[in-house]
């Protein structure tokens, strides 16, 4: 219940303050979970823009120092599906966390880069999102968003979402650092796609 309501509230702040102009609404999985979002990440409006996007219940990855700031913060956003995650570390117990998110039907959303980008230009993706995916056995939704300028209202945003890779195309030997690197690039290269095929945010 609790879940429904905060993204409600959510959709509804967000349709206010952003115009969302969603591409690729035909490639939004009917699922509504066991399924891996992979997404640029250039805000932290992101997650919850995703969200109000895709219909679900979600899992993410958040950076460990955000579980910190306040019990009322840890305890909000962890109701809202985010787990601690240490950067820059192979930290097992996110990834299981990921997986048994997966496992029970929730959508996974993850930034393959690792981090914001400043620029807005795509980085070299980390190994997380395609050892996930081999494990979970789960196909990967491409997204690619880019904010307009920022307004006083209504700012513009896209979302573009491609065709999802199958879970069969990402089945590779998770002991292979080179079969791993090269899923992580497969995504990155669809996200990238949906960059250069995206139009202007005014």
């Known amino acids: 219940m ?5 993204r ?4 509804f702040v967000f349709h206010i303050c952003f115009k969302i102009i969603l591409i690729g609404r035909e490639n939004i999985p009917k699922e509504k979970g066991s399924y891996i979002i992979a997404s640029n990440h250039v805000s932290n409006n992101d997650p919850p ?3 109000v996007v895709f219909k679900g219940k979600y ?3 958040a950076k460990e120092e955000l579980f910190q700031i306040n019990p009322i913060f840890t305890w909000l956003i962890k ?3 985010a787990f601690p995650v240490k950067r820059g570390s192979h930290d097992m117990s996110a990834i299981d966390s990921a997986l048994e998110g997966l496992k029970n039907g929730r959508i996974f959303v993850i930034f393959p880069e690792g981090t914001r980008s400043k620029n807005g230009e795509l980085g070299r993706p980390k190994s ?3 050892l996930i995916a081999a494990r979970a056995k789960a196909p990967v939704v491409p997204v690619f968003i880019k904010y307009g300028k920022k307004r006083f209202l209504r700012r513009h945003v896209i979302v573009s979402v491609g065709e999802a890779l199958p879970a069969e195309k990402l089945d590779v030997n998770t002991d292979d650092k080179r079969q791993i690197r090269a899923v992580s690039e497969l995504i990155m290269g669809e996200i990238a796609k949906l960059k250069d ?3 202007e945010a005014d």
């Open 49 to 51: 823009m995703i969200g």
């Open 2 to 6: 609790f879940y429904a309501l905060a």
């Open 197 to 199: 095929s995206a139009p």
């Open 128 to 130: 997380g999102v395609s």
């Open 59 to 61: 899992n993410f990855m």
């Open 8 to 11: 409600e509230l959510v959709s």
């Open 79 to 81: 109701k809202l599906g």
